[in-house]
Nanobody, 121 residues
Framework: QVQLVESGGGLVQPGGSLRLSCAAS????????MRWYRQAPGKQRELVAA???????NYADPVKGRFTISRDNAKNTMYLQMDSLKPEDTAVYYCNAYIRDAVVTNTKSYWGQGTQVTVSS
């Protein structure tokens, strides 16, 4: 059974930084594209950033220049370094990954449980 677990959320003041992690575990054969999404209260879930297995990245306009997505393929882990945080970054952050299961040998999308990020003074 493949699982994604996020960590690193919390409360931070405007202008501060947080680093989120997303660790994949279980019967993993290969992890393809990985993404961070976020959902603020009363709003739809939105894409924040994405990274391919070869390290190509892209970002949503609101976070460009402030957030950095990365991954450690050896650890099956993705990160989101968030700097210069703003109150509007407050949301539950979810990781998502397309993973090929080593046992069932199919590829599908998996989601983590989410981690709360609150930016407030």
């Amino acid at each position: 059974q493949v699982q994604l677990v996020e960590s690193g959320g919390g409360l931070v003041q405007p202008g501060g930084s947080l680093r989120l992690s997303c660790a994949a575990s279980g019967s993993i054969f290969s992890i393809y594209v990985m993404r961070w999404y976020r959902q603020a209260p009363g709003k739809q879930r939105e894409l924040v950033a994405a990274i391919t297995s070869s390290g190509e990245t892209n970002y949503a306009d609101p976070v460009k220049g402030r957030f950095t997505i990365s991954r450690d393929n050896a650890k099956n882990t993705m990160y989101l370094q968030m700097d210069s945080l703003k109150p509007e970054d407050t949301a539950v952050y979810y990781c998502n990954a397309y993973i090929r299961d080593a046992v069932v040998t199919n590829t599908k999308s998996y989601w983590g449980q989410g981690t709360q990020v609150t930016v407030s003074s």
